[in-house]
Structure formats: C-alpha cells, structure tokens
C-alpha cells in the first residue's frame, strides 16, 4: 500500500492499502490537488469537507425529521434532493482525500492538522451514517432505529478500531471500509434520485430486500475486513516486536471508553420510560456521535503525543447519571414555568430531548406553513416565544 509520511514536530505515518483507493481514488485526488492554489490552507479543505457532511444531515432533517419519508404512503424527499445530498457526499469524500495531499504539497503538515483531519472524521460518522439512513427509513420497507443505532456502533467500533491499531503501533492502518462505503452511498443517493424510493421496496433477490442487503454490507465489511486486517496487523507488530505497549492493560486502554459508552447509551435505551430512541432517534444518534468524537479526538491526542490514554472521558459522566423517574408523556408540553431540566416531572436528559425537539419541529412547521415558506424573522419570534414560554 502507499506510505504517507508527513514532516513535522511528530511523525505521522498511515498504510492505506485499498485498491479502490490506491488504483482510483489516490490518482483521482492528485488530479484535483493541482487545481487548489498553493496559498490555499489545507484545514479549510478539512473543514469545508466536513461541511458539506452536517450540511447533508440538516438538510435531510428538515425533509425527513422522523426518517418516515421513504415509508409508503408518506411524502417522499425531492428528488432533486437526493441528487445535491449525492453529489455533496462525494464531494466531501474526496476533500477528505485531498487536504492531506495539499499538506504535503505546501510543505504545511502539522500535528494540529493531523488532529483537525481524524477528529472530523470521528464527528463525521454520525452524520453520514444517519443521512443514509433516510434512504430507507424506518417503515415497514425499511429498518428499525434500533437496528440503525447498531449498525452506526459497528461503523464507530470500526473507526476506533484504527486509531487504537496506531495507539499500539505507531501505524495508522486505514480502513478498507471507508473508501468503499462513500462511494457506494454517493453512488446510492444519485440512483434514488433516478428511480425513486420506491424502488428499493422490491426484493433484491428472492425476499431478500435492498434494506438487508444494506445491513449485511455494514456488518460483512466490519467483521471479514476491517476486524480481520486490524488483528493481522497487530499481531505483525507483536512478531516484530514494535508494539508500543506490552501489557494487555495498555493495549486495550483506549477501547475502555468507547465500550462504556455503548454500554451506557444501549442501557438507557432499554430503560427509558419515554422510549427515547423511538420519539428522538435524530437527536439520540447526534449525542451518541458528539461523545464518540470527544472520545476519538483524547485518543488521538495521546496516540499522537505518545502519552497515556485515560480510561474514562468525563462525557461519560452525565450518560451514566440519567435517572429513570417518571417522565413527560412523548407528546406532553409541559405547563408554563416549569424548567425543561429540573422541572422535578422527568429525567433531565429526555426532558431536554422533550423541548429540543418541540423547538424543532415548530421551526419546520412555520417554515413550511400553508405549503409556502414564511418570513424566517416571523418563525424565529416565535421559536423564541416557546422558549420564553416554557423556560
């Protein structure tokens, strides 16, 4: 595979041997890269990338706030819609693969730029994860939300699985997964635009539906490449004798978090009284995604740095503090003064997921009222008068 090696204070050292990546996509790249001008910083090919990604996650928000829209009987996403998500995910993707490559170009790689770059790209996985999703939706031709929060778990255990490779052994081995994927999703969205959702409600092959064949794709890729490749590469490390840690304790430091943090998420599913995943999926994979990335960017730093990774991360904290009292009915406002946090009627987590959806959905309600769009100046007066309201 290529050997990426960039100058600097800290030496940043990545294999990436895909061959969609190696053979299509690193040609494909040095190609763009010309056209960017020298003085053109590489962080703000990072950022604009990056995006372009949250973009894409709003947007399909507002066409598609409870992932109901590609379901029969309900009003489906634009298909124009379909075609700008497309087109924008692949556009992230390949500034994603050109900003390291302006770095090298300018002579401008540092250590900040290489925690910049992988700490998005922690950030990122929520957001096209959860955009690709509306694809399919949570219907009865679809998938559950549960089954998405899995599959997006499998997507972060792969990430992580990477940089705790590097963690151990100064390497960072990219995954084959990612290349693929973001192809295939760029690829999926224009092809929805064409034949429309409807399409992928018929059998694939035999009952075999495009929605399984979505999740069997996910999980295939994780456990027979990305699970397979990191343990051979580790284990090279380990016969080599290169291995930066030697105790079993440090070698599986960086994963304590991580772990815990699906534990905790996962067992607050499984106890919320408001069923929370089910009323809130958007906003609970946003905050599953946001801790995750807290997590990825404290183990890049001390994978970077050379230091110890801590055990636990402090987000950790108020997910395993969430109590189980009796909380708001999902569809209850609750009475003119009582505080959306300690109002003493819920827990406090799923009262705040309570008025942030509220706020939400009368902001897409006013934006759209009467099949036209009203003055924003109108919509925001009145978000802000909820907010007076009930705070």
């Known amino acids: ?63 598609d706030p409870d992932f109901y829209a590609s379901a029969p009987d309900h009003q489906h996403v634009p298909n124009g819609v379909w075609v700008v998500v497309g087109l924008l995910n692949f556009i992230a993707y390949t500034l994603d693969g050109v900003d390291g490559k302006q770095a090298r170009r300018t002579n401008s790689s540092t250590p900040l730029g290489e925690l910049f770059d992988h700490g998005l790209d922690s950030w990122a996985c929520v957001y096209f ?44 081995f990219l995954p084959w997964g990612y290349d693929i994927s973001q192809v295939t999703i760029s690829i999926v969205y224009i092809v929805t635009a064409i034949v429309g959702v409807e399409a992928w409600y018929a059998p694939f092959l035999f009952n075999f539906l495009y929605r399984d064949l979505f999740t069997t794709m996910i999980i295939a890729c994780a456990l027979t490449v990305t699970l397979p490749m990191s343990l051979y590469n580790f284990y090279k490390a380990y016969k080599n004798n290169t291995l930066k840690h ?8 960086p994963l304590v978090s991580p772990v815990l943090l699906f534990a905790l998420c996962t067992s607050w599913i499984f106890v919320s009284p408001m069923d929370i995943l089910e009323v809130h999926p958007r906003l ?52 003119p003064g009582a505080h959306p946090l300690w109002s003493g009627r819920g827990e406090p987590a799923e009262q705040a997921f309570q008025y942030t959806t509220l706020l939400t959905k009368e902001t897409h309600a006013g934006l759209t009222r009467n099949g036209r769009r009203e003055n924003q100046l109108a919509v925001c007066r009145s978000t802000v008068n909820i907010c007076c309201k009930y705070l």
């Open 284 to 335: 609970f994979y946003f905050m599953v995604g946001t801790a995750f990335a807290n997590i990825s960017c404290q183990l890049i730093v001390c994978q970077m740095s050379s230091t110890r990774c801590q055990p636990l991360n402090w987000m950790l904290l108020p997910i395993a503090l969430q109590r189980n009292t009796s909380p708001l009915p999902a569809n209850c406002i609750p009475h």
């Open 246 to 253: 030697h105790s079993v304790y440090e070698i599986m430091l």
């Open 1 to 63: 595979g290529e050997q990426i090696t960039a100058c600097g204070p800290l030496r940043y050292s990545a294999v990436d041997s895909n061959p969609l990546s190696v053979y299509v996509m690193h040609p494909f790249w040095n190609t763009i890269v010309k056209i960017f001008p020298t003085w053109l910083a590489p962080n703000l090919i990072t950022f604009s990338g990056f995006l372009l990604l949250v973009f894409n996650f709003f947007l399909m928000a507002y066409f």
């Open 129 to 172: 994860v959860v955009t690709v999703y509306s694809t399919f939706g949570r219907g009865s031709t679809g998938v559950s939300v549960f089954v998405l929060y899995l599959l997006l778990w499998v997507v972060l255990f792969s990430f992580i699985l990477s940089h705790w490779e590097k963690y151990n052994t100064g390497i960072l």
